[in-house]
């Protein structure tokens, strides 16, 4: 296990790396799934999940999401009439859907989470900032979530294609969550994979100044 503090400086030699394995399992071979088994997730695995994907890193520290797991039969057909039409049937094989929702009043929470700034609470500003604030934040913490889920050996399936008003009214009226990704988790059903599609090349995504 690797201790410091953020006052002590670490050279990239003291920093393990992960193996070829390790990458295959996260990003060049991680798939989005299409079709879930009925192979159960337990809470407890949702939990270990959380613990190791909320250490991303956010704005301030400010970890502006809000989770919501469905597990139940019950609690999922609450959310499919909201999801497209071409996503209700992955969502509804799926053992577990994940709502993630950025909550704009995650500067609430800022006592807790940035604790030696006292003022760290009104740094940004009304309603409609501190939303943009979350979405942008809440959009990291959701790559997280994903890699995460797939560093448990289990797959994610996110998911766009929705009824945002619908869900949100669903799940979070009277606060100021709105929903971001819906995420569906668990393991892989039948044909789970689609074609890989082209990612684009270095020299044309990047540049070196």
């Known amino acids: 296990m690797l201790n410091y503090s953020m006052s002590t400086?670490?050279?990239?030699?003291?920093?393990?790396?992960?193996?070829?394995a390790g990458l295959d399992l996260l990003f060049r071979k991680g798939r989005t799934s299409n079709s879930f088994s009925d192979e159960p997730v337990s809470v407890e695995t949702l939990k270990e999940i959380y613990?190791?994907?909320?250490?991303?890193?956010?704005?301030?520290?400010?970890q502006p999401w809000?989770?919501?797991?469905?597990?139940?039969?019950?609690?999922?057909?609450?959310?499919?009439?909201?999801?497209?039409?071409?996503?209700?049937?992955?969502?509804?094989?799926?053992?577990?859907?994940?709502?993630?929702?950025?909550?704009?009043?995650?500067?609430?929470?800022m006592p807790e989470v940035f604790p030696h700034a006292p003022d760290a609470k009104h740094w940004f500003g009304d309603l409609d900032n501190?939303?943009?604030?979350?979405?942008?934040?809440?959009?990291?913490?959701?790559?997280?979530?994903?890699?995460?889920i797939r560093a448990f050996g289990l797959a994610a399936g996110p998911m766009t294609g929705y009824d945002?008003?619908?869900?949100?009214?669903?799940?979070?009226?009277?606060t100021n969550r709105r929903?971001?990704?819906?995420?569906?988790?668990?393991?892989?059903?039948?044909?789970?994979?689609f074609d890989r599609l082209p990612r684009r090349a270095f020299d044309d995504a990047a540049e070196v100044l």
Request: proline share 5%; charged share 20%.
């Open 179 to 193: 929903v971001q990704v819906v995420i569906n988790i668990g393991h892989p059903g039948e044909n789970p994979w």
């Open 66 to 109: 809000h989770l919501v797991f469905l597990t139940s039969d019950e609690a999922k057909a609450r959310l499919l009439p909201h999801m497209g039409e071409g996503n209700r049937a992955k969502t509804g094989t799926a053992p577990v859907v994940a709502i993630v929702a950025a909550d704009g009043d995650f500067n609430e929470n």
């Open 130 to 148: 501190r939303h943009d604030v979350a979405r942008f934040n809440v959009g990291l913490q959701a790559g997280y979530l994903i890699t995460t």
């Open 9 to 20: 400086a670490i050279s990239t030699t003291d920093l393990p790396t992960l193996d070829e």
């Open 51 to 62: 613990e190791v994907a909320k250490f991303g890193p956010t704005q301030a520290n400010s």
């Open 164 to 174: 945002a008003d619908g869900i949100n009214n669903e799940f979070f009226a009277g």
